[in-house]
């Protein structure tokens, strides 16, 4: 199948007498033909990655390439370092199939285009293939990643043998899971994806779910934090990370590990490292979350706080009662401090000169962060 698009592919560039690039409808590079100058740095990414950056998605997405029946041309956009294009987007019936993508210096003739179009409607059943097959590959990856996300620890075996079966990765052992956010799906797969071929081939498999991004990286490959800082990178957003597991059937735990540390409030004052957070390194936060109590459960008089005096408080036992460096902190006059922390421990019924019960309201204020979103 893809010797046959390739001969197409081939077939169109000698024709046109210019390179061509073809992309599947996700923007995924299917197959290309030898390339030549000009050659701009999108055009030389794409292929080294085989597929296109959602930044580069996002200049394409303007000119409605998804919806267009007709050839689109794009203009240059120095910043992304891209020349101008010619896009013919390739259509079986209503279904989009990809895009065929010319880079339109010199630029094309009218009757150039056309000839682009009668060429490129050639590669319809070829496309309609790639992407059936594809399509049926995904499906089968994302329901053996769900089953290792299962309840059931049958059902959890089963997907793990079905993964290393059918050589989604390499072989079961210790690997770790890495959890993003999902706010535009499309974007969140293109960054999963380049995260995968950057671990390495059959070193990961992914998943996108309607409120996160999953990929399971296999040890051998990538150190987990520098996936996890490339995906944070190519998503644009903060990832979440477990600790590593044995083997793939307790992965569920890894998963859950990650989803709770990117519902955790960042302690880093580094904004490039704060954009990854590390299951082993959120301290206490891990004992609340193992511990499963909520903030009134730990003492029922936090929820009495109004959010000033809960943060003012925090603050206060975070730098050991320093009165001095937390009117600092808060940039308030020590006064205006001792007079909130007097207040506090009126409403939430707490003698702050009392360790254990200074401890107990602390717990209860750093639980109120679990689950809050990044």
């Known amino acids: 199948m893809r010797d046959e698009l390739q001969l197409l592919v081939d ?10 690039l073809v992309e599947d409808r996700r923007q995924r590079v299917v197959c290309y033909s030898a390339q030549a100058e000009p050659l701009d740095e999108v055009r030389r990414d794409s292929i080294l990655r085989r597929s296109t950056t959602p930044e580069v998605i996002a200049f394409f997405a303007r000119f409605e390439i998804l919806r267009a029946r007709h050839p689109v041309r794009t203009p240059a956009e120095p910043v992304l370092g891209l020349l101008p294009r010619v896009c013919v987007p390739v259509w079986h019936s209503d279904l989009l199939l990809g895009f065929v993508w010319f880079v339109d210096s010199p630029a094309l003739s009218d009757a150039d285009v056309n000839r682009a179009v009668g ?3 050639d590669l319809a059943l070829a496309l309609y293939r790639v992407n059936l097959l594809g399509e ?16 059931d620890p049958a059902v959890r075996a089963d997907a793990a043998t079905s993964v290393v079966g059918t050589e989604m990765l390499e072989s079961d052992g210790p690997c770790t899971a890495l959890v993003v956010p999902v706010g535009d799906p499309a974007v ?5 994806v ?8 059959r070193y990961a498999v992914h998943l996108v779910r309607p409120a996160q991004g999953l990929l399971l990286v296999r040890s051998g490959s990538i150190a987990p934090a520098d996936a996890a800082a490339h995906l944070a990178e190519q998503a644009e957003s903060a990832v979440g990370v477990g600790d590593t597991v044995s083997r793939l059937a307790d992965a569920y735990r890894s998963v859950a590990q990650a989803a709770q540390a990117l519902a955790l409030p960042t302690t880093s004052g580094d904004p490039a490292s704060s954009r990854v957070a590390l299951w082993s390194q959120l301290g206490v936060y891990r004992v609340l979350a193992a511990a499963g109590l909520g903030p009134t459960e730990l003492h029922p008089g936090v929820d009495r706080l109004p959010p000033d005096l809960a943060a003012t408080v925090e603050a206060y036992l975070d730098l050991a009662g320093d009165a ?13 401090l001792y007079y909130r922390l007097t207040r506090a421990a009126e409403l939430s019924s707490v003698d702050l000169r009392d360790g254990l019960q200074r401890l107990q309201l602390h717990l209860a204020l750093k639980a109120t962060h679990l689950g809050s979103p990044r």
């Open 194 to 201: 380049a995260t995968r071929r950057y671990c390495g081939h």
């Open 188 to 192: 969140v797969e293109q960054a999963l």
């Open 119 to 121: 060429l490129s409607a």
């Open 136 to 151: 049926l590959t995904a499906r089968r990856e994302a329901d053996a990643v769900r089953g290792l996300l299962a309840d």
């Open 324 to 336: 001095a460096a937390t009117a600092a902190r808060l940039r308030i006059h020590r006064t205006t």
């Open 11 to 20: 077939r169109i560039a000698d024709r046109m007498g210019r390179p061509v």
